[in-house]
């Protein structure tokens, strides 16, 4: 599910709602959308690669163990997950300060 669901409909909220929390507006605007979209479309092979090889092995083993450790390795696997996004798509850039030509 997660081959399917993350790119049609985890990445496109996440990059919306990073750019909408990110300009210090909460809610999601036609042009906070757009700008995510575009954001979201100069990196999803990265973002569905960092998806795929998280989830498609995780989901392997998580069907190999028994069924009272399913529910804990699912949430290390989500834990890590998390930390791989926040570390290649967490980061806020400060607005560019406009630069002066004074000495």
Request: with cysteine; net charge positive.
């Amino acid at each position: 599910t997660n081959a399917v669901l993350d790119p049609c409909f985890f990445f496109p909220t996440f990059y919306s709602m990073k750019e909408a929390l990110s300009r210090g507006e909460f809610r999601v605007s036609r042009d906070v959308v757009r700008t995510a979209l575009s954001k979201y479309a100069a990196n999803y092979r990265q973002d569905w690669l960092n998806s795929w090889s998280v989830w498609l092995p995780g989901h392997c083993v998580t069907y190999q163990l028994a069924p009272r450790w399913r529910m804990t390795w699912v949430a290390v696997v989500s834990f890590g997950y998390v930390c791989l996004l926040s570390m290649t798509r967490g980061a806020i850039k400060p607005p560019q300060a406009a630069v002066s030509s004074d000495p």
